[in-house]
């Protein structure tokens, strides 16, 4: 009984063990918890990163914040697009980070474990909060040098690297510096001042690069205009080929002109300077006049008569332009203002004939062109008609 017992209990264990390895490998043993490490409370989170490459990076490895354990590694995969590593996190729920904060793949040691080590980012401000199911892209976790790296970079630069060509190097430096300390010396104060002016034309050094930028972009949009113009070309400048002796030709002929105008003008310098001075008392006189020249320009068409004759005389005929003012104010203004009554009453005869023409009539003030009195009659004026008119141009 005691022997079945112990076969049994044998057994068991077995189908545990193979249980454990069966599932992917060891992938059964990585996903079991190991006593002894990092807590990760009651309500943890579960963060995903992304790496470009995650080394010897195991699953159950710490999680740390500032060298702190405060979580574990469960699942490490590929993308689907098989260019980088995810790995599955889940972080003690007490541990707060903002949204935008790093992962950086360590090592504890010169060759001890690996871990991640997540932060705040030191480039960016931090914001938000990091919370269940993120995601940390690439552009926000990195990885350190691995030993292999350094001593495999290190045996490449010793045994094919040019290491024993630095004493050549020196040489040769040393055979050029020597005896040229003072042009060294003043080389390098010129760079230095060089350095300087740069420095202090670097506004204009930037916007000559943003001008730069921005003629790289139109050119890059008039990309096929550019092909175009490059494309006809060709031909333009075999017409231009072909015609280098018509156009060699008139360059000389240029010249020879150039030659030609430069000799006149020096030749008559004096004559030229005398003549403008001449004229300068002429250009004072024109300056002098301001206005009244242009003003008197004007009658120059229509002199002796104004230049609004211009719109009265048509031709072999003139029209009449009269403007009348029947404002009431204005009539009893030039009433007042007349020295001769608007209307002049009759004066009684003595021999009893009647008044003469134009006599005990209404009266202009202003004299009118006398007309031919029938009968006899004194030459008189304008009667009613012209009392009006008089009245309303206000003579006086």
Request: proline share 7%; aromatic share 4%.
């Amino acid at each position: 009984m005691k022997r079945l017992r112990k076969r049994l209990a044998g057994v068991l264990a077995g189908v545990l063990v193979l249980a454990g390895c069966s599932d992917g490998g060891f992938n059964g043993l990585y996903s079991t918890p190991l006593p002894g490490g990092p807590d990760i409370g009651d309500h943890p989170y579960h963060v995903t990163a992304l790496f470009t490459d995650v080394l010897d990076l195991v699953p159950q490895a710490n999680v740390k914040v500032n060298d702190v354990a405060v979580g574990r590694i469960d699942r490490i995969a590929l993308t689907p697009d098989t260019r980088s590593a995810l790995v599955s996190m889940t972080v003690n729920g007490d541990v707060r980070l903002p949204a935008n904060a790093r992962a950086e793949l360590r090592q504890s040691s010169l060759l001890g474990e690996k871990f991640v080590q997540l932060s705040a980012p030191t480039a960016e401000k931090p914001s938000g909060k990091l919370a269940d199911g993120a995601r940390i892209p690439l552009g926000r976790t990195n990885r350190n040098p691995e030993i292999e790296e350094v001593l495999g970079a290190l045996s490449l630069l010793l045994n094919g690297g040019g290491v024993d060509q630095l004493q050549n190097i020196s040489h040769e430096l040393n055979d050029a510096l020597s005896g040229n300390e003072p042009q060294m010396r003043a080389l390098l104060s010129r760079v230095d001042e060089l350095a300087t002016q740069l420095d202090g034309h670097k506004g204009e050094i930037l916007r000559a690069i943003d001008g730069l930028d921005k003629l790289s972009a139109t050119l890059a949009g008039q990309k096929q205009n550019l092909a175009t113009a490059l494309d006809k070309l060709a031909p333009g400048l075999k017409i231009v080929a072909d015609q280098r002796d018509q156009l060699v030709g008139m360059l000389n002929a240029l010249n020879k002109l150039s030659g030609v105008a430069v000799d006149t003008v020096n030749r008559s310098r004096d004559q030229l300077v005398a003549n403008l001075k001449a004229l300068e008392p002429t250009l004072r006189q024109l300056s002098a006049a301001g206005q009244d020249l242009p003003n008197a320009l004007r009658i120059l068409l229509t002199y002796p008569f104004p230049d609004y004759a211009g719109n009265v005389i048509k031709g072999d005929y003139a029209n009449v332009d009269a403007r009348i003012n029947l404002d009431l104010d204005k009539l009893v203004q030039n009433f007042t203002n007349s020295s001769q009554p608007p209307f002049q009453l009759p004066t009684p005869s003595t021999s009893g004939a009647p008044p003469a023409a134009g006599q005990g009539m209404p009266q202009l003030p202003l004299p009118l062109p006398n007309t031919p009195a029938t009968g006899g009659a004194k030459p008189g004026y304008g009667g009613v008609l012209g009392g009006l008119l008089g009245g309303l141009v206000g003579g006086g």
